[in-house]
């Protein structure tokens, strides 16, 4: 149950080339720019025009991408990014990808720290890429992938309608029907499982990132998604410290697992430490309380894991589309509200 949160998550840009190190900046104030190391043109307003077309903006990019423009592309990557891969390989990479592809579709945008994360797919679910960009229009990453979907088991959903398990706005980090967008789409037990946040001004915590007290999600109400019976209960594990600090060992953490009368069983992962308040046995409704959000098991920061499967043994079950009550399709980038908030 790995979760990639921000750190991680820009680590894996391998694609095409490793993403590095990231600039300053607020995700709210995206304004891009020619790279520092782009020739600068004159100050007339034809000039002018011409720089400002040229620009690969986060909203032009996959029309760029599409249109051959590979040359504007490579002139935005970082310094680092260029040290990994040539313009030439890049563009020869990019226009064999592109083959085959009428049109890109926008899937997420994801801030990390200070940089914001874009994901598009092909039309047909194909292909799909991921661009980090910073605050000055910098390409720091970029990844493109064949995408492998299971469209037998994407369009069948829970029988059962599930709540989302906590109260108030939190941010889907995971969720989705591709790796891009959901990493746990690799995993049949975990296919569409969803992983959330809490965000304020972009940032996950405030303070020390090394704290998990630090994290807006770190002790907050983690809630019954259904009615059911408490089948499993784990609830003695310390919460990683520092932040970053991941136990393998034990991939769910603290949990719990609850048995619902459709033979569906909900996993929700990552509790705190003895913050547990339901035992094996206890009967729960839609709604009330299991525990508090926490950092336990194989967990880069303070979430909420949550899944459906149809087997009680969560390791060798499948996931199941999960039907919310308020017929939500959730992705990542979407910010939800917990449908037990006023």
Known sequence: MTNQLW?????????????SGCASGTPGALQPSASPEAEQPSA??????????????????AEMFLQGKYGQIYKQFSKEFKQQVSDSEFQAL?????????????????????????TWASEDGSKGMTAVINPSG???????VPLETFPETD????????LYPFSGEWFTYWGGTNVLVNYHYAYPGQ?????????KDGQSYEGDPTKNESYFAFGQPVLAPADGKIIKVVNDLDD???????????????????????????MLAHFRKQSVQVQVGDEVKAGDLLGLCGNSGNSSEPHIHYHVSDSPDLDQGNSVRIQFIDDGDVTQGDYIRGSQSE
């Open 7 to 19: 750190k991680t998550a820009a680590a894996s840009l391998l694609a095409v080339a490793v993403l």
């Open 44 to 61: 007339s307003p034809g000039n002018k025009a011409e720089e400002k077309d040229s620009q690969v903006t986060p909203d032009r990019f």
């Open 94 to 118: 990019a226009a064999d990808f592109n083959q085959g592809v009428s049109a890109y579709k926008l899937l997420s945008e994801l801030p990390m720290d200070n940089n914001v994360r874009y």
């Open 138 to 144: 910098t390409i720091l990453g970029l990844q493109i």
């Open 155 to 162: 369009g069948k959903y829970t029988s059962g309608k599930y």
């Open 191 to 199: 296919r569409y499982a969803f992983d959330w946040v809490i965000l």
């Open 240 to 266: 990683n410290a520092p932040v970053g600090k991941m136990d393998p060992a034990n991939p769910a953490g603290n949990h719990v697992v609850i048995e619902h009368a459709n033979g569906e069983y909900s």
